[in-house]
């Protein structure tokens, strides 16, 4: 039993007689909690604006340091939503929510359009460069895990040392980190506004500028996109 399903039994009336049959009428609810008002079309805004304050307030059953719970009677909310003002006031939430909407799907669009639209420059660099400034980046993380993971000790790698595949990996990881800058794509994106599908495609785009600029890495790509976007394999 949630939360609000608590307070709204604990707050009913007592069973009233049928007429028709002397069966019990089921009990009716007394008071109405903030997240029963959502589910009538409140806002938080339209509680402040035409309910204002509580006319209960009741103790979290299951956190008591949880703030309390705020309770506004059935008759008095059934009598505003019977009101002009009322009408106007949803009429007016709705209209906001339409907009904010429009605006998000907007600038989804916008965004997806430029992550599609702008070039991914990768650094060309000589193999034995690349694989050194890999290793040294995969060792400078590796030491930045043992001031936050407790008992990580780093181990650190050499490119003489170190297993293709692992260097594969560290080279991609490397140039990734060298093409951050193009999260910035991502600002004002959230997750109501298909941040995600602009993280994919950002994500997609930058492992096939790797794959194009080092034919060699393409494999490792399409490893770790896989793993990315469907988890590792299982073993």
Not at 24 to 41: F, I, K, M, Q, V
Not at 89 to 101: D, F, I, P, T, Y
Not at 156 to 168: D, G, H, I, M, R
Request: aromatic share 6%; net charge positive; proline share 7%.
């Amino acid at each position: 039993m949630t939360h609000d399903e608590a307070c709204r039994q604990d707050d009913q009336a007592p069973a009233q007689q049928n007429p028709q049959d002397g069966t019990d009428a089921p009990p009716r609810n007394t008071h109405l909690s903030t997240a029963g008002l959502r589910a009538r079309g409140w806002t938080a805004r339209m509680v402040r604006q035409l309910l204002g304050e509580p006319d209960l307030l009741r103790a979290n059953p299951y956190f008591r340091t949880a703030p309390q719970t705020r309770l506004y009677r059935v008759e008095r909310v059934e009598a505003v939503e019977a009101s002009e003002e009322f009408r106007a006031v949803s009429a007016a939430s709705v209209r906001r929510s339409v907009a904010a909407k429009a605006a998000a799907q907007r600038r989804r669009r916008e965004v997806l359009a430029r992550i599609a639209a702008e070039p991914v420059d990768v650094p060309r660099l000589p193999p034995d460069r690349l694989s050194a400034v890999a290793v040294a980046h995969r060792n400078s993380r590796d030491e930045e895990r043992s001031y936050e993971r407790w008992g990580h000790a780093p181990s650190p790698a050499t490119v003489e040392s170190a297993e293709p595949q692992a260097l594969a990996r560290w080279k991609v990881n490397y140039l990734r980190h060298r093409l951050t800058r193009y999260d910035e794509l991502l600002d004002g994106l959230y997750a109501s506004t298909g941040r995600a599908a602009a993280e994919e495609l950002l994500r997609r785009r930058v492992y096939a500028a790797i794959s194009e600029a080092y034919p060699d890495l393409a494999r490792e790509c399409e490893r770790q996109l896989r793993d990315r976007e469907f988890g590792p394999p299982e073993v």
